[in-house]
């Protein structure tokens, strides 16, 4: 199975901020690789497919990018929204494996 | 637009068989552009893809957990359904079911339902 690493499991940002979160794979996965968010209760949500393609009705606040093993999720002005949990999911091969989550909590 | 939503017992007893239903609407289990998924969710295990079926009934499922796992579709009805033989208290999690967008999206699940809690236990 293919792993993905999540760095940082946590952080504390305020609003306004850039928050860079990164995912690695354990070998390539050319760019498929895709990010969601959830929140407390709910289920994980698209935000970024193939890397760098922002699914329907996600704010533009929101990009990704990377190829190969290394990938990233930015968002450029954190809103009090984002306030959530991030996961990388990669749908290379079977079984589509998922990293263990970023927190992004308010500082 | 599509939905989709889980249904099924919310407690199993080891050993015994944990069946769950996904009711799809809004749109049909019958397009020839998606699989549809299972996916559950544990503290201990994050999130596992459990495996997924297309509209012809043919399924692929986690190597993991292959000997123990079915997945069955209905057309007729637009549902489509998990069996896990055999489980433990390892089983307990959240079970989602998913659409997988394999023909616009690169097998990204751009749809989920709402998730239903499944503990194991005597």
């Known amino acids: 199975d293919i792993q993905m690493t999540q760095s940082p499991s946590s952080l504390s940002a305020s609003v306004g901020d850039r928050v860079t979160i990164t995912c690695r794979a354990s070998?390539?996965?050319?760019?498929?690789l895709n990010w969601y968010q959830q929140k407390p209760g709910k289920a994980p949500k698209l935000l970024i497919y193939?890397?760098?393609h922002l699914q329907s009705g996600v704010p533009p606040r929101f990009s990704g990018s990377g190829s190969g093993t290394d990938f990233t999720l930015t968002i450029s002005s954190l809103q009090p929204e984002d306030f959530a949990t991030y996961f990388c999911?990669?749908?290379?091969?079977?079984?589509?494996?998922f990293g263990q989550g970023t927190k992004v909590e308010i500082k | 637009q599509v939905q989709l939503q889980e249904s099924g017992p919310g407690l199993v007893k080891p050993s015994e068989t944990l069946s769950l239903t996904c009711t799809v609407s809004?749109?049909?289990?019958?397009?020839?552009?998606?699989?549809w998924s299972w996916i559950r969710q544990s503290p201990g295990k994050g999130l596992e893809w459990i495996g997924y079926?297309?509209?012809?009934?043919?399924?692929n499922y986690n190597p993991s957990l292959r000997s123990r796992v079915t997945i069955s579709v209905d057309t007729s009805k637009n549902q489509f359904f998990l069996r896990l033989n055999s489980v433990t208290a390892a089983d307990t999690a959240v079970y989602y079911c998913?659409?997988?967008?394999?023909?616009?999206?690169?097998?990204?699940?751009?749809?989920w339902g709402q998730g239903t809690m499944v503990t194991v236990s005597s």
């Open positions: 998913a659409r997988d967008d394999f023909g616009g999206r690169g097998d990204a699940f751009d749809i």
């Open positions: 809004g749109g049909s289990v019958n397009s020839g552009s998606y699989y």
């Open positions: 079926i297309d509209y012809s009934g043919i399924p």
């Open positions: 070998q390539t996965i050319s760019t498929f």
């Open positions: 193939a890397a760098f």
């Open positions: 999911q990669q749908s290379y091969s079977i079984p589509s494996t």
